[in-house]
């Protein structure tokens, strides 16, 4: 029997709609490609065929999980089937129609009925008009929805095996780098695109904003990643773009926050919800997998420390447009607040003037700290003059001045805390466990309540304990780690230093952690303020005299290790 609908007096029969779905997990479990979408619609051609169904219409959807119905192929069959366009609908077997349980049964069992449209399921047999099958379709959406959920735990367990054995996990090549031709698992720097990234990191360091740095790329005509992706042939998974030269403020900060650039594997910075809400969830960085040494650098993991340091302390200008070289790192030493860059129209460039932000006209809680602009640039650039001469020509005092500040922990103490901040996470996790084991014994009878809530309180009173005790450990060794990594920017900066005439915003950033301008303090006559400056790594650097200077060389003489500056 034809089933037709009838349009300003014409007969329009209506579709059947085979409907055809593989999904990326699909191909990696079945290699003999059984389930491939030629296979599938040839099977319901076939079946259409010994059955005389007509006017047939596929509806495909191709590397698209079934753990959801949003899927553009299955939506358009949707929309039409409730347009009343569509009589039946015909899959291979039920996993291809969809792998959870719920909305599987509702659209088979009461949504399709009531539209008066037959469901067909080749494989199961399962024929909604003849009733063929359907006390058993609950079953078998079941055992659909427990398999992919089987698949997701295996995926997972294959990500953890690699990611364990110092493989990288995900697949993703970050703009800047593609694969090698010889060995796809391995990148290889894409010079132009990586020339791109070095510009953005070197515009971060002389203090531009992601949006400044957007902005600039667009006026110099830099392709956005897309547009260079397509200008050298290569497939991309981006949106569509109006403008190739239109940098967004999100794809700047995510090279900029990107840790591969420095050479190495992240593993694990996202998740999702769970096998069937596919929706992204961004892990905290103590949970990524840092696998260092696996392709070559673009940006020195100083430079990208450093990055990440002054982008936690982001510096606005002013509403003249201007802002200060050292815009972000001034602060008053008597009540911590950051120091206000004073700029206007009616001030010339001589007058811009710095105050403590908790002065308000006197009002405040604070004195006003004050100290003009273009004379805090004299004294820093003097300073870097100064620390620059003394580093190019007694370097090893200049180290063993540090190792004396004890700025880094010495090597035994360093691996101490780290066996302890290991032992006690390892003590954690086990924690977890024993806490689950408490919990069955208590539900199977083996543990009285009594007993259960005593053993509960001291595993969680211990992983209390122990959580803070790793999270201070972990933080001191961090922070021990990027004092190290300081000292190494601010060596190499203070190397290529010969001649220093003008402070830049880089050179700044780079050597500067910083400045405390102190109350101003009249006496002969005069305003006398005082300035002081904490280099990066290094701290407040008193350049010693020469008689300090001979005898520091004589030390190191008489014990060589002792200047070298270990973390």
């Known amino acids: 029997m034809t089933t037709a609908n009838k349009t300003n007096g014409q007969t329009e029969e209506k ?38 169904y007509g006017n047939t219409m596929f509806f495909v959807d191709d590397g698209i999980s079934g753990t959801s119905f949003e899927r553009s192929g299955f939506q ?33 069992q009461i949504v399709y009925p009531s539209l008066g449209i037959t469901f067909i399921s080749i494989q199961e047999n399962v024929n909604s008009s003849t009733g063929d099958g359907m006390e058993m ?29 110092g493989e990288r996990v995900s697949p993703t090549v970050p703009f800047g780098y593609k694969k090698s031709e010889s060995d796809p698992k391995q ?15 070197a515009l971060c360091l002389a203090g531009r904003g992601p949006s400044q740095i957007a902005r600039q790329l667009e006026k110099e005509q830099v392709l956005i990643p897309s547009a260079y992706y397509e200008s050298v042939g290569r497939t991309h998974a981006r949106k569509e773009y109006q403008n190739p030269y239109a940098w967004e403020q999100k794809t ?84 911590g607040a950051k120091l ?60 063993y001045m540090l190792a004396k500040k004890n ?25 977890d466990r024993l806490i689950e084991r408490v919990f069955e014994q208590n539900a199977s009878g083996l543990l009285s309540d009594e007993r259960f809530a005593t053993m509960l309180r001291k595993y969680e009173q211990e992983q209390k304990t ?40 880089t050179l700044v950033n780079s050597l500067i952690e910083r400045i405390e301008i102190h109350n101003n303090d009249k006496y002969d006559g005069h305003c006398h303020v005082k300035v002081d400056i904490y280099f990066t790594a290094a701290g407040m650097i008193d350049i010693p005299t020469e008689k300090e200077i001979r005898a520091m060389m004589e030390e190191i003489r008489e014990n060589p290790q002792s200047f070298k500056f270990v973390a």
């Not at 055809?20 to 979408?37: F, G, T, Y």
């Not at 609950?138 to 990611?163: D, G, H, L």
């Not at 990148?187 to 990191?201: G, H, L, N, Q």
């Not at 100290?371 to 200049?398: G, H, K, M, Q, T």
């Open 15 to 52: 579709i059947t709609a085979l409907y055809c779905r593989l999904s990326v997990d699909d191909v990696k479990a079945d290699a003999d490609e059984s389930n491939s979408i030629t296979n599938q619609k040839q099977i319901l051609q076939d079946y259409c065929k010994k059955c005389g």
């Open 76 to 108: 358009q069959m949707q929309r039409m089937a409730e347009e009343g366009k569509i009589c039946r609908i015909i899959v291979k077997d039920l996993s291809r129609f969809g792998r959870e349980q719920v909305e599987a049964g509702r659209l088979t």
């Open 137 to 165: 379709l609950p079953f078998y959406n079941i055992f659909n929805e427990w398999y992919a959920a089987q698949t997701s735990k295996k995926i997972r367990a294959v990500w953890q095996s690699k990611a364990e054995h």
């Open 187 to 201: 990148w290889v720097v894409d010079e132009p695109a990586a020339e791109v990234v070095k510009r953005i990191y």
């Open 252 to 335: 700047i900060v995510g090279i900029l926050e990107n840790r591969q650039y420095t050479g190495c594997a992240v593993n694990f910075k996202t998740t999702t919800v769970s096998y069937k809400v596919h929706k992204t969830i961004y892990k905290p960085k103590e949970e990524h997998q840092i696998i260092p040494d696996m392709q070559e650098p673009i940006i020195s993991e100083e430079q990208w420390l450093r990055v990440q340091e002054l982008r936690e302390n982001r510096r606005r200008p002013t509403k003249t447009g201007r802002a200060s070289l050292f815009s972000g790192l001034v602060y008053c030493p008597d009540c």
């Open 340 to 399: 206000h860059f004073c700029a206007a129209k009616s001030l010339k460039r001589n007058q811009e003037f710095w105050r403590c932000s908790n002065y308000k006209s006197g009002r405040g809680k604070c004195q006003i700290h004050y100290i003009r602009d273009v004379v805090l640039e004299r004294i820093v650039l003097e300073a870097v003059s100064n620390l620059a001469d003394f580093v190019r020509c007694y370097e090893p005092v200049f180290l």
């Open 407 to 431: 700025n880094a922990m010495r090597q035994k103490e360093y691996k101490r805390l780290q066996q302890a901040v290991d032992n006690g996470t390892k003590r954690i996790r086990e924690i």
């Open 466 to 505: 122990l959580t803070a005790e790793v999270a201070e450990g972990q933080k001191t060794l961090q922070n021990a780690e990027q004092k190290a990594v300081d000292l190494r920017l601010i060596l190499r900066t203070l190397r290529e230093i010969t001649d220093v005439k003008e402070l830049t915003p």
